[in-house]
C-alpha cells in the first residue's frame, strides 16, 4: 500500500482516525461539562437591579483563587445543573463558578 504524502497536504488514514477521536472526545467532554456556558442574561432585570448587579462586579469565572459562587453561602443552586443558579444578594442568574464582592464562604 502506498502512502500519502503530507508534504502534499494529504494526511494518512492513521493520522486522521487518531486526530478524528481525539476531536470526539475533547467536544463531547466540553458538552458535558458541569454548569451552563454563561450566565450574563440581564435583559429581564430592571435598571436599578442591573446597576447592583454592576456594583457588586459579578463575573461569570472567578479570578478569585477558591472563591466561587459554589462555595458562597449565598448561593442558590439551580434544579438542573445545566442551569444557572440564584443568589440571596446579586439580582439575575448565577454561574456556579462566577464571583462577586458578596462573597461570604459557607461555613
Not at 47 to 73: F, I, S, W
Amino acid at each position: 500500500m502506498k502512502r500519502a504524502s503530507t508534504a502534499l497536504g494529504l494526511v494518512s488514514r492513521r493520522s486522521l482516525l487518531v486526530h478524528g477521536a481525539s476531536s470526539v472526545a475533547l467536544f463531547g467532554a466540553a458538552a458535558c461539562g458541569k454548569g451552563p456556558s454563561f450566565c450574563n442574561d440581564v435583559s429581564s432585570l430592571t435598571a436599578d437591579q442591573q446597576t447592583a448587579r454592576t456594583a457588586l462586579g459579578y463575573e461569570d469565572a472567578t479570578t478569585q483563587p477558591g472563591k466561587t459562587c459554589v462555595k458562597c453561602a449565598q448561593y442558590v443552586p439551580a434544579e438542573k445543573v445545566s442551569d444557572c443558579g440564584h443568589c440571596k444578594v446579586l439580582p439575575g442568574p448565577v454561574h456556579p463558578n462566577g464571583y462577586c464582592r458578596a462573597y461570604v464562604a459557607k461555613s
